[in-house]
Nanobody
Framework: QVQLIESGGGLVQAGGSLRLSCAAS????????MGWFRRAPGKEREFVAA???????YYTDSVKSRFTVSRDNAKNTVYLQMSSLKLDDTAVYYC???????????????????WGQGTQVTVSS
């Protein structure tokens, strides 16, 4: 059974930083594409960042140069380092994983097979 457990969310002031973690189990982590999505109040879940097993990374434009996605295959964990946080970054952040055989654009929700429960990030002024 695949499990993705996010942690590290919380309340932070604008301009601050947070690091989210996602611990994975039940899959061959080192060969999976791992992604981060978020859902802001009243909005659809949107792509934030992803990291391929080859360590190629992908970001949505609004977080480039502020967020960094990384992975530690020895710990089966993917991270999202968030800096210079803005009010618009307030959302529930979800970790996602894609099976090796699954295809599709890394930015699309339907391209992922497994999801975590989410962790709340609230940015205050």
């Amino acid at each position: 059974q695949v499990q993705l457990i996010e942690s590290g969310g919380g309340l932070v002031q604008a301009g601050g930083s947070l690091r989210l973690s996602c611990a994975a189990s039940g899959l061959t982590f080192s060969r999976n594409l791992m992604g981060w999505f978020r859902r802001a109040p009243g909005k659809e879940r949107e792509f934030v960042a992803a990291i391929h097993w080859s360590d190629s990374t992908y970001y949505t434009d609004s977080v480039k140069s502020r967020f960094t996605v990384s992975r530690d295959n020895a710990k089966n964990t993917v991270y999202l380092q968030m800096s210079s946080l803005k009010l618009d970054d307030t959302a529930v952040y979800y970790c996602a994983a894609r099976n090796i055989a699954t295809t599709g654009a890394v930015t699309m929700r339907d391209s992922y097979d497994y999801w975590g429960q989410g962790t709340q990030v609230t940015v205050s002024s």
